[in-house]
């Protein structure tokens, strides 16, 4: 299991609503975030000591477009944290931005107020696309926050991409990694379109029938954007994200290891010692309950060793580590080998994974399948 302590604090507040955004989002109220930010610094206060003495080793602030706010409050939420429970000498701090919401000064102050790893929401370096997206920003815009933020002192930069829109060809796809790979980010992820049914692309697309790529030209995509980035220098680490070596996520590495991370913030999901819970989505609501001294609590969970076991293995299936076979076998009580044994089997037969060096390793073919590969367990 990983050792290091985490925490998500979520800021729901975006410019806008993307037509393609399921997250737990809104438009940014100025009032609204005033309140939020009142109602965190008491719900910080109370779940500190949860922590039992753990300083963090990663603080990953996300949401919405937390960098909205402004940076004097970003850095007061930092401040308190920091205080209330500490961070590890040479803690990750990431801080989710949208490009057009970052001047040069936001960047020196943030940067300054402790935060080290920015992740920046480009989705596309295609004016033509953003647009279809609904995003605000311009390429060039993406351009000018990356230069900044080189200059504000960010040296672990991610860029976010969205491949599988409407009207994108492989052509225009691999022009977005191209596009990425000259701003030379220390990691990349890269998602494929999702279509929630409660979002417009929703209700306005079908997988696979046009304006949408075809199922054909996704798997070429995805093919052509792995090689062409371990070319750049940035290896696949797990299903979407890429980095350069030693400077993957820590946040989320360690949340698919199983490790515990506190949370913060309406909608905001925890996990510590086989306890599972999300926090309700509405600020109002969260704030509300926070103010009455209520936990706000939308969903809380105790994990059985076997649901934790399972948890494991669908998470580390999404890697290239893939999943320690000794951590199992402390869940289980038994030698995972006989107790997965038949998915085990199946798994190796399908070609998705094998046992190595005391761990279950997918393949690029596994990872490619990892939802079904992980099926085999459920």
Not at 78 to 101: F, K, M, T, Y
Not at 311 to 326: F, H, M
Request: net charge neutral; proline share 7%.
């Amino acid at each position: 299991m990983a050792a290091g302590l985490g925490l998500y604090l979520h800021l729901p507040f975006c410019p806008a609503r993307c037509p393609y955004c399921d997250f737990n989002a809104k438009t940014y109220d100025h009032g609204e975030a005033r309140r939020l930010l009142a109602g965190l610094a008491v719900h910080l206060r109370r779940i500190a000591p949860r922590a039992q003495c753990r300083r963090l080793a990663t603080l990953y602030v996300g949401g919405g477009t937390p960098a909205m706010l402004p940076a004097a409050a970003l850095a007061s939420l930092l401040e308190q944290i920091a205080r209330l429970i500490g961070l590890e000498p040479g803690a990750e701090v990431s801080l989710e931005a949208n490009p057009g919401a970052l001047s040069p000064l936001k960047l020196a102050a943030l940067r300054k107020a402790g935060f080290n790893r920015l992740s920046l929401g480009a989705q596309s370096f295609s004016s033509e696309l953003l647009r279809a997206l609904g995003r605000r920003h311009t390429p060039r815009a993406t351009v000018r926050a990356v230069e900044a933020a080189r200059r504000a002192g960010f040296t672990n930069l991610n860029l976010d991409l969205i491949y599988g829109l409407p009207g994108q060809s492989a052509a225009m796809a691999t022009a977005d990694l191209m596009a990425a790979l000259e701003l030379s980010p220390e990691h990349l992820s890269l998602y494929e379109l999702t279509l929630s049914p409660e979002t417009p692309f929703g209700r306005r697309y079908r997988p696979g029938e046009p304006p949408l790529p075809s199922d054909g030209q996704i798997v070429e995509m995805e093919h052509s954007a792995k090689a062409l980035l371990e070319d750049g220098g940035l290896m696949r680490y797990e299903v979407s994200n890429y980095a350069r070596p030693g400077l993957e996520c820590r946040h989320n590495q360690a949340t698919w290891q199983g490790g515990d991370y506190l949370s913060l913030g309406p909608g905001a999901h925890g996990h510590l010692a086989g306890v599972r819970w999300a926090y309700v989505a509405d600020p109002s609501e969260y704030c509300r309950m926070v103010d009455q001294g209520q936990e706000p609590l939308a969903m809380r969970e105790e994990l059985s060793a076997e649901q934790r076991a399972l948890e494991l293995i669908l998470l580390g299936l999404r890697t290239v580590r893939g999943v320690e076979l000794a951590s199992l076998a402390v869940l289980r009580g038994a030698d995972p080998r006989r107790v997965y044994a038949g998915p085990l089997a199946e798994l190796r037969r399908r070609g998705w994974g094998h046992l190595a060096k005391g761990r279950l390793i997918p393949t690029e073919a596994g990872l490619d399948m990892a939802d079904a590969a992980a099926e085999l367990f459920a």
